[in-house]
């Protein structure tokens, strides 16, 4: 059983940054799967923003393209998002995501406010 858990959320002016962290516990494979990042804003479907492959292939949304990164930590078994020139249209909960097998593992999402 895999274990995700959000931080690095807040509060914070547009144009501002932040990185998001995503630690993973209970499973010793964490280098083996791909990590993705999604977030849903209020009244609107979860959306994925990027996503990691095992050996550190990356791909962002269009819509976070050149100011999102995605990127992870093996020896800690932690998935970061840098989000740099934050845009209201950001605001949303943002959530950790990594699958095994057909099993979807979430973390419990960390709120990221982007104030004009």
């Known amino acids: 059983q895999v274990q995700l858990e959000e931080s690095g959320g807040g509060l914070v002016q547009a144009g501002g940054s932040l990185r998001l962290s995503c630690a993973a516990s209970g499973s010793i494979f964490f280098s083996k799967y791909a990590m993705d990042w999604y977030r849903q804003a209020p009244g609107k479907q979860r959306e994925l923003v990027a996503t990691?492959?095992?050996?550190?292939?990356?791909n962002v949304a269009d819509s976070v393209k050149g100011r999102f990164t995605i990127s992870r930590d093996n020896a800690k078994n932690t998935v970061y998002l840098q989000m740099n020139s934050l845009k209201p249209e950001d605001t949303a909960v943002y959530y950790c995501?990594?699958?095994?097998?057909?099993?979807?593992?979430w973390g419990q999402g960390t709120q990221v406010t982007v104030s004009v």
């Open positions: 990691i492959t095992s050996r550190g292939s990356t």
């Open positions: 995501a990594t699958k095994r097998g057909n099993l979807q593992h």
